[in-house]
């Protein structure tokens, strides 16, 4: 094949963005569809999360900038794909279930604000993509990480139904599901007015309202894009 009719070619080895706001279903749907499709899922919001854990740990203020990037800089911070979903490692060390947890959760939406902390985070998600065959999942991977990826889902939901997800995820009742939902609807609002890549459906990404539908509902949409890609 030469050069000019493989640039023709469509590659099958797509990069497909979704972002969209917690509880939507994005880390299920991704993972799902990169088994079904022999990619590589990649959740970009544990990178977050993992650089919060250590910045809790080494007692570094969310809102020092340049403290944090130099946190990042000199942190390994891996995604390893698995058939659960990403298995989370800084530093050598697997932080995949400490990362879930409350406190991280809240750190993770205060680091992300800053620039420089996003820029370290989408030059190693670039790296992790750019061979093609990868799901990545999060908030900026459509309008930032990845502005030519192959195919972009927006996944949404009612935020009352994302809501619901969140705690029956979490087997989450009574008062700790008010003041969870609370803390939802704060890093939704952060994450969607922070000055540097908010979350936002890029100009060309599908928008699925995954409100009334299904996983397999919302799965077979997406698989159906993924074929009219590939052609
Ligand atoms: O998807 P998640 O809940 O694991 O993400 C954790 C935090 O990281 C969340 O508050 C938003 C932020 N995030 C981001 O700003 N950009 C991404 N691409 C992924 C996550």
Known sequence: ???????????????IAIDGPAGAGKS?????LARKLGYVNLESGAMYRALAFKAINHDISFDDEAALVKLAQGSRIHLEPTIGGNRTLLDGHDVSLRIRERDVTEAASRVSVHPEVRAWMVARQREMGAGG????????IGT?????????????????????????????????????????RERDRRDRTRAASPLVAAGDAVI??????????VLDQIEK??????G
């Open 133 to 140: 065959g990868v799901v990545m999942e999060g908030r900026d």
């Open 208 to 217: 699925i309202d995954s409100t009334k539908l299904s996983e397999e509902e």
């Open 28 to 32: 299920t749907i991704a993972s799902r």
């Open 225 to 230: 894009l993924v074929r009219d890609r590939i």
């Open 1 to 15: 094949m030469n050069d000019h009719s493989s640039r023709h070619t469509p590659p099958l080895k797509l990069i």
């Open 144 to 184: 930032r990480v990845f502005p030519d990826a192959d195919l972009k889902i927006f996944l949404d939901a009612d935020p009352v139904v994302r809501e619901q997800r969140r705690m029956e995820q979490h087997k989450i009742k009574g008062e700790v599901a008010a003041s969870v939902a609370a803390d939802l």
